[in-house]
């Protein structure tokens, strides 16, 4: 039972891999012909498609969507993370811009103020 039920688990597993890999990164065989091999050879087949047949390690997930001629993801693309960083760099130094001017101008209100209010209506208070 146990000899049956590994070489399941490897068809599957096999069967699955093959149809997620690209039939471009495929080695040694096309992909139509590694899925009757794992097939129909029930511990070669799996085996063979695991040692010859998978795509090499170097492929990751991220650079097939770059080669297709889709647009990678916005968190992967340089160029946006460094737009997205010069926006906001310009917010901040607009804010910071905008609150040291309303200091400015809140100094100047108190400044001309104070000169007020240390006369007669500083006095009667006491």
Known sequence: MLPVL???VLLVYCLVDLA???SDRVRAMPRWAW???VTFLP???PVGWLTLGRPAEGGSSSRPAVRSGRPPAPDDDP???ARLARMRQKSED???RQW???LERRERDLGGDEGETSGPAGSSRT
Do not use: M
Request: net charge negative; aromatic share 10%; glycine share 4%.
């Open 100 to 102: 040291q001017a309303d």
């Open 43 to 45: 511990y070669a087949g």
């Open 20 to 22: 997620q890999s690209r």
């Open 94 to 96: 607009d804010r910071l």
């Open 35 to 37: 899925a009757l091999v």
């Open 79 to 81: 160029e946006f993370l």
């Open 6 to 8: 590994i070489a399941l």
